[in-house]
């Protein structure tokens, strides 16, 4: 059971930018988070970041062979980035959208989400736990596709 | 450690409505999923339903002395009350918002979260396994307050 | 055959707000003409009012057992709750929107119906007469709820 | 006492289109029990359709001298055209606006009413019974016209 | 110099309807001012009205070899149609647009002229006077097009 | 001369919540301040406080035979609540909308006041003394209702 | 195969009106080129011209036993007639929008169409060539009408 | 008979600004032009500049005891002082808006103007001529204020 | 202890315009009035007026030296001046926003305040009444500024 | 004469996608389509497809040198990106933007084409037709830029 | 070479207000510092500040005789004041807009410039050198009138 | 001292693109005056331009250790990315934004700015030049970081 875990813009840069918000820890430190966790959980995750549009797509349409499920922060894509919705939509995978702060208690702008129309469910708030809890829900889950409505 | 699990307006008749939405399972049901969960993440929960706004703004202001932590499904008055946003905001219990439905990718009304500035987090679409990953981030933030960004 | 009549906030000051638009009846005189149509059309009518939302909630989830139809006039909750229509919508009975005054010829804010989605009609501005017209509505119907389009 | 009865755009293929919202009867099936349910209230129906907004207007002002009431479903025009709520408003003769359908519960451009304020009330979604709805409120309601609010 | 004189939806129902707003006059009285003022201004009028969109649009059109200038009061079409003002641009002649009540002052929708863009110059407000003015514009400006900026 | 003072949801909560925005007093704290400012206007207070919109409304329709004045701060319902303002218009006693904090000087859904319109004036910002003014008012005006404009 | 070609308002002004937009061939000039193009693809056609929304929609209804596809340039009615579109909607017959210009690159309220969501398919900017396209496509596709999506 | 004409910020510089939009002549050249209209119309002008919006409120105040109508052309002020059109309205002398370019055919923020609801009517776009116009207007109305609608 | 009492734009026309809203009294009244119930809580007034938003910009400038507090009646700038709001919030000066009709029960424009967020609170609708609730305010308030949230 | 065919993000899986809306056909196999019937017009083609904007800016700033013309399928960037309508603005070489589906019959974000202004026309609904009738356009056009209006 | 400086509403209490936004210096000395940087460019210039919008205007009408170029701090009325652009508009000095702060990263409303569009450039957010910068700029560009697009 | 110059997509096509709006020189044309400016003032500079947004975002990071400053012409990305001004917040490093041309007076989407939050300052509209004032204002900062408001 492979999952396929996708940073965004600008996550290389965890752990400098405003730490109040995001958290103390850089990247590669979250990434051993999230391989233990994934261990935890019997799970096998390949991780990976870009700043490309075009990258990120590229990487969901790989998973169609590659992964029973992703796990998706999209940073500042998030909010207006609808070729990433259709290419979510288009590969099938179960894909949970993830984020480091409450999106939904920020500015205006990161209060709508593009992708969303195209994931299982979405969890924000929680910080480095928010990948933590998407694990969990996809194995939970058993990455059968729940039906979006 | 004790949280306070609340069901609003309609979810008394969980199982009936659209179940395609919402799941088949009753209210009963899940709320015996949830305290066989809490049992095993070593929570207590107390769990109530109201079609009150009123009164789920009476039980958010009993949690000062009551729980270390709420899980709201606020229904359709997470779209409609900023009265239950400053109640959360007031009594400063850490506050996961729960939906069983992915409510970023239903009609434009439900994209709306008028509560989730004072929530700690986000989850949604999971169905009732939003609630067990509610319990979970609660659990391993350990109950203290994040700073809402 | 019974039906459910629902009054919601401040029409129990009926005959005493703005009689040029509501009418000079008091409330127990309109419930008395409503009671007098059912008989004549061979219905029952259990006729209730109430301030609260809540409590218009929980008699409409009532109804599910209770009553073959429902004739609602939501006063000003018509225009701002999301949880009445969820309300309508989850017990599945045959529900007709009414209204004293046509809603559509008044104040901007009176034009849109948060509930009318979830009811199989509207019927609005016929004073008293709209009450009427809302039973022989449902007493042609047959009571089998018709298709939402 | 007279009734104009107008039919507006496309309500000559009635029958024909999405059956599921509008019916399965033809418009002459349906002006039939239209005159039927006239001749049961004792009035005299004049009943004409066109696909032509300039001709609904000089009917509507036509009815000055002609009818005591008319019964408009201005179909697709109810969305779009002033001209037609000024041609009720001019004419002074008590107007009911149907509906086949519930406007209020369709599409977001089907929800605004242009002709409403000029109409003493409307009925909308019981399908061909809205017509008799219409019948009845003008027969109960003497023909005298209701101060619009 | 011939001048054709365009009245739109309503007009002819001019003195019965809101005299308050549009004056006690009826079309003939003032149609026969019209031509008064022509008379006087050593003007040729040729007056129509049409509550047919489609109508005034064939009469513009027809205004290109027939008259070297249009007074047009559109009525609730000025506010609605795209299609009166593309005929005004296509035909080159130059338009006084006019109103009996000063539009700005009114209900918002009545505030928007879709024809504006395409006329010379705009009078509103006068009551019959506009037409007057109207005339008096057109002879003085020599009906050579002035530029529409 | 008795007067009605209503607080509205999360009122109860008052020394807890934000002091820097609502001071540092208790509601009962509050409660007596307003009692000793009542009497010395040689005012009599009748004091409640409510989460519960449906309540709030009952005793605004209980001030018709109780009160000649009503002092409200309606909390956050006074930005969606469309039911108390029809319910302060059905009553017609003179109401005074205050609010602890200058409510037009926050975030923009807490500028819009739904029952303004329904109420002769507005006192908004100076804190407790908000109470003090309101009764001041209440008092010189003579508690005649002034038209409201 | 019998084609229904439709043009809407002021298209019979063709040539005269801004010809660096619409191009320099009048009406009949351009209706012998779409004959020549409906030759050599082996269709007949049937070309009309009205200024009148509602002739239109009776030709677009008669379609039905007369046609089996129709191209249709619906002037400036493009961007305000909700009529059209239920009149296209219910006739089933399949429906190619052309435009002469690019009504995408032009001013705002061209740039959208109200006629577009019961059409197959849509062509803009191609000047008289745009005819010639739009009857290709109704020619490969077979006239089986393609699912509106 | 006094006429006070009134032009707002920057037609001091007429005739240097734009002059294919406000013609050629200067304010001097425009005045003589305004004082031979007034002449042959037996009218008396005090026409005045000013760039200073408070300065044009103290001169509209002063019109109560010197005249008995305004012509008004308020420049760039007509779509931003809400406190010219309370001058208008609080005054009661009957005002005339009048404007040397049609501003509906201009950009967005020029086809709104703050002052028209407290004008008897609006003159756009004849140029110079639109002071004659208004004078006319202002004579044949015989100075009494028309109701504004 | 000195005030500066400012009335903005038309309040020297008071007792003239719409009495029904501003009341019968004339500006100098209305100031003996102020005077008056200044003595009486042993203040001293400097009342001035002014229909030039630069003079009022320059008066509040002047009150940092002058006066401990000021109450400003803005008028129609209390709508457009962003100018205004920057003065009151530059000198640092502790500003009651007063107007005498409740500003908001009037039209939409009327409705939002550009002063406000730099004002320590808001008093409206009281009409004369509204001056002496300001200066009681600032009394009562120590005139030590309190922190505008 | 060679031209550039371009097809965007997420249309490397066609056939994969939702095939009600794309069709069943892989993108090579839609490339050997457009092949073939440019081969019967006797152009060459060029096609590329990618998942990044900046590569297909890349390849429209080579188009200068390389095609003739251009048809670009911009999938989701039609919708939000900027830099492309820049791009095919600076080059200056003919493009015509096609779509598989009417995107103006779809969601509304769907609606609304960034790049349309820069095009000389837009084909949309005919699947993969759109390609073939795309071709034939440049083909007659003789491939001299259309003044785009 | 002269240039004309202009200083807007509330910069003399510059240094006063808001210093971590606006700087320390005073006005005078920000003004010593202008003239020390002409100096250094051999440029001349005449610093101005005011409160009015009417006398800013009179000031940028006197450039036209007075000066090569405009350095312009509109301050607030920068969002507000469509008469100040329509000024610089008409007399064709080229004119440069500085700022202080960088209003594009401030409030909502200040992000908004009504002048711009009459402007050569805009500089925004480097203090007390933006009005350095604006100086170079009017220098190096030779003081001939770029076009504005 | 070490500057990064960033130019955006289509910025490499400069000098072939509307030289009216953007200047005749080409890019390499463009660096070289750069290059001289920076060393007249001391300065290196390091120039790059990208058509790809992810490219200049990876870019904007590598100037945490290789530059003291960043010039941004970010090009049509201006507009629609967030994920460039995420980065800019992320890295601190003081960045100027600047445009050839003013675009705040160009079309109503080239006037808002996503970038511009992050920037200390922004210089638009001296074409070149606008580069050059960059760099003197970086030069002149001393490159510490400005607070941005």
Not at 10 to 16: P, V, Y
Not at 26 to 55: C, T, Y
Request: aromatic share 4%; net charge negative.
């Amino acid at each position: 059971m492979k999952i396929l875990v996708l940073h965004g813009p600008n996550l290389n840069l965890l752990g400098e930018r405003d730490p109040e918000i995001y958290g103390n820890a850089s990247l590669p430190e979250l990434n051993k988070k999230i391989e233990a966790w994934a261990r935890g959980l019997n799970m096998i995750v390949d991780i990976r970041q870009s700043n490309h549009e075009g990258e990120l797509i590229d990487w969901i349409h790989e998973s169609r062979t590659l992964a029973s499920g992703i796990v998706l922060n999209a940073g500042a894509l998030t909010h207006t980035s609808q070729a990433l919705r259709d290419a979510i939509d288009a590969v099938g995978v179960p894909t949970v959208e993830v984020h480091l702060s409450n999106i939904h208690a920020r500015e205006e702008f990161r209060k709508v989400s593009m992708i969303a129309p195209a994931c299982i469910g979405s969890i924000s708030g929680f910080k480095e736990l928010s990948y933590h809890l998407a694990l969990i829900a996809l194995k939970e889950l058993g990455l059968t596709r729940l039906k979006v409505v």
